[in-house]
C-alpha cells in the first residue's frame, strides 16, 4: 500500500495533457492553504504609550487649572467666564478622549482661541461704547454705595472716644482693646465690636488686660512694625465706625451719607438733601453729583458727543482726515517704492542683484519698534544726527506738517521691504511671452507697464494693498514712538496731537488724558473705526473682482 503524500488528491493531466474525469479547478480546493493576510499594525507600543501619556498629562493640567480658577471667578460673579471656561474645558475633553473626534481636534482649540481673543474683545468693546465707563465711573453699583459711605465720615460733636490698645490675633489678626470713658471694655476687629466678657477668656497682668479669648497684647515695638495694619483697621458700629486717632485713642466716626435700600435713595445725614441715581451717579435735584460713581448704560451718548459737543468735533476732524490720508499715502508710498525697486531688479541687465535685494530687506528684518525710535533720535530737533549733517535746526518732529512729513518717511521706510518682497514675486510670475509680443507690436516700455504689466501685478497685489491700508489705518506703533501724537492741536479741550490718528486718539482719551480716562468714549471710537475698516475692506475686495477678468 502506497502512503498518499501531500497533494496526492490533486488532479492530474490525462493523456493528451487533459485532466483526468472529475478532476477540475475544485478539486482538492479544501486543501489548499489559504492566502495569508497582512498583520494588523501593532498597537501600543513606545511611541503610542508616550503619546497616551503625554495626552492625559496635559487633560489633566487644564482640567485642573480650570478647577483651581473657577471658584475665583464664582466668587467675583464672573458668570460669563464661568460658563467659557467650563463649555471650552468640556469641549477639549470631548474633542481628545474620543476616538472619531480627529476634525474636532483641530477646530475645538481654534475656535477657543478664536472667541477668546478675537470675538469677546470685539463685543466687549462695543458694550463698554455704550457705557459711562471711565474716571470716576469705574465701580459696580454695591462698589459706589460702599464707598460714598464710608468716604464720608465724620466725627459727630457727640461722638466716644476711646482709649486703644493693639492686639493680635489667629493669623496675625489686628485687633483693637477699646475702652469708653465709662471704664467698658471691648474688643474690636474688622468684623465686629463685642465687650471683652463676650470676646473670650480675659487674662490680666495686674490691673492691665493682656489676653482676650486667642487674642494677646502688642508691644510698642511690634506695633510699630505693624502700623499700617492698625491705621487702616475699621471696626463696624450699628451707626458707623471706630478707628484710631493715634496708637492709643479711637473715635467713633459716623457715616454722611446714608443708603436707603428700599428708596433707593442716597441721604446727606447734615442737610437733608436727597441724592437719586442718574446714569451712574447719585444726583441731587440741583444737579449735585457724588463720587464715586458706577458703570452704566448711557446709551447712544458716547457716540452723539463726536458730533454733537464742540470741544470734540473740531479735534476729532482733523483726526479722522488725517488718518485716511496717513493710511492712504502710506500704501501710495510704500508700494510705489517697492514697486520701482523691483522693476529695476527684474531687469536682466542689473550686475549683483542678489546682494541689493539682500540690502533692500534690511528695513524689514529689524524690529518696527526699534528702527521707529532710531528714526525718533535721528530727527530729533536739538540731537538728531539729521540735523547735525544738515547744519541746521529744523523742528522735524515739533511742527505740523514736517511732523506729519516725517511719520510717512517713517512709515515709507518699514513698509517698503514688504511691497518690494511681494511686487517681485508677483513681477516674476508674469510671462515674458506676452511682454515680449507687446513690444514687437510698438508698445513703449511705459504703454507696457500701464496696460499689461500693472492690471496683471493687481491680480494678486490688490487683495494685499488693501491689508496694508486696513494695517496703517490703526497703524498705532509708529505714530507713538515717534511723535506721540504731538505736536498738540491749539485750542482743544481733549487730548488731541496734529499726528494723531484715531486709534492713537483712542488711548490718549483712554490711558492718557489729563482730566481723566475715558474708557466709554474711545470705545465708542474704536468701534467707528472698526465699522469703517470693515466697511472699506468689504467694497475694496468687491472692486478688485474685475481684475479677475484680466488674468
Do not use: C
Not at 75 to 83: D, E, K, L, S
Not at 506 to 514: N, P, Q, S, T, V
Amino acid at each position: 500500500m502506497t502512503a498518499a503524500g501531500p497533494g496526492a488528491d490533486r488532479a492530474r493531466p490525462g493523456p493528451g495533457g487533459r485532466l483526468a474525469p472529475g478532476a477540475g479547478p475544485a478539486a482538492g480546493a479544501h486543501d489548499a492553504a489559504p492566502a495569508a493576510r497582512p498583520s494588523p499594525p501593532p498597537t501600543g507600543g513606545r511611541s503610542g504609550g508616550t503619546g497616551l501619556v503625554v495626552k492625559v498629562v496635559a487633560l489633566l493640567a487644564v482640567n485642573a487649572l480650570t478647577l483651581f480658577a473657577l471658584p475665583t471667578l464664582v466668587a467675583a460673579r464672573a458668570w460669563t467666564f464661568v460658563v467659557f471656561l467650563v463649555v471650552a474645558t468640556a469641549a477639549i475633553d470631548w474633542a481628545y478622549l474620543g476616538r472619531r473626534n480627529l476634525p474636532a481636534k483641530y477646530l475645538v482649540p481654534g475656535t477657543i482661541f478664536l472667541v477668546a481673543f478675537q470675538i469677546y474683545p470685539v463685543l466687549y468693546t462695543g458694550y463698554i461704547a455704550f457705557t459711562n465707563y471711565g474716571t470716576g465711573n469705574n465701580l459696580s453699583r454695591e462698589q459706589a454705595i460702599e464707598g460714598i459711605e464710608r468716604g464720608t465720615l465724620l466725627v459727630p460733636a457727640d461722638a466716644i472716644r476711646y482709649q486703644a490698645a493693639p492686639f493680635s490675633g489667629p493669623g496675625d489678626e489686628p485687633a483693637l482693646l477699646l475702652t469708653d470713658p465709662d471704664g467698658n471694655a471691648f474688643l474690636g476687629t474688622a468684623e465686629a465690636l463685642v465687650p471683652v466678657d463676650e470676646a473670650g477668656e480675659v487674662q490680666r497682668d495686674g490691673e492691665q488686660i493682656s489676653a482676650v479669648g486667642d487674642y494677646t497684647r502688642l508691644n510698642l515695638r511690634e506695633v510699630q512694625d505693624r502700623s499700617a495694619e492698625f491705621t487702616e483697621l475699621r471696626i463696624p458700629t450699628e451707626d458707623g465706625e471706630v478707628g484710631l486717632e493715634t496708637f492709643t485713642s479711637a473715635v467713633r466716626r459716623e457715616a454722611r451719607y446714608v443708603y436707603d435700600e428700599a428708596r433707593d435713595v442716597m441721604t446727606d445725614t447734615t442737610t437733608g438733601t436727597e441724592y437719586r441715581p442718574a446714569e451712574g451717579r447719585f444726583t441731587s435735584a440741583d444737579g449735585e453729583s457724588l463720587n464715586p460713581g458706577w458703570i452704566a448704560p448711557i446709551g447712544w451718548e458716547n457716540f452723539a458727543r463726536i458730533f454733537t459737543s464742540r470741544d470734540i468735533q473740531g479735534p476729532f476732524l482733523r483726526v479722522f482726515l488725517w488718518t485716511f490720508a496717513f493710511a492712504i499715502l502710506s500704501v501710495l508710498f510704500t508700494f510705489g517704492l517697492g514697486l520701482g525697486l523691483a522693476l529695476t531688479f527684474n531687469d536682466d541687465r542689473m550686475r549683483s542683484r542678489r546682494f541689493y535685494r539682500s540690502l533692500l530687506i534690511i528695513p524689514y528684518a529689524l524690529p518696527s519698534f526699534l528702527s521707529a525710535l532710531i528714526w525718533a533720535g535721528l530727527l530729533n530737533t536739538d540731537f538728531g544726527q539729521v540735523n547735525r549733517l544738515l547744519g541746521a535746526r529744523i523742528p522735524w518732529l515739533e511742527e505740523g506738517l514736517l511732523a506729519q512729513a516725517s511719520v510717512l518717511l517713517v512709515n515709507t521706510w518699514l513698509g517698503f521691504p514688504y511691497m518690494f518682497l511681494i511686487t517681485a514675486g508677483a513681477l516674476q510670475s508674469i510671462p515674458g511671452e506676452v511682454i515680449e509680443a507687446a513690444r514687437v507690436d510698438g508698445a513703449g516700455g511705459f504703454a507696457v507697464f500701464r496696460r499689461i504689466t500693472l492690471p496683471l501685478l493687481l491680480v494678486s497685489v490688490a487683495p494685499l494693498l488693501i491689508a496694508s491700508f486696513a494695517f496703517n489705518f490703526n497703524n498705532f506703533n509708529v505714530i507713538f514712538l515717534v511723535t506721540q501724537g504731538d505736536p498738540p492741536i491749539a485750542g482743544t479741550t481733549t487730548p488731541a496731537g496734529q499726528t494723531d490718528i484715531l486709534i492713537s486718539y483712542a488711548y490718549r482719551l483712554a490711558f492718557a488724558g489729563g482730566q481723566g480716562q475715558d474708557f466709554g468714549f474711545a470705545a465708542a471710537i474704536s468701534v467707528i473705526i472698526f465699522l469703517l475698516v470693515g466697511v472699506i475692506s468689504f467694497f475694496s475686495f468687491r472692486q478688485t473682482r474685475a481684475l479677475e477678468e484680466v488674468n
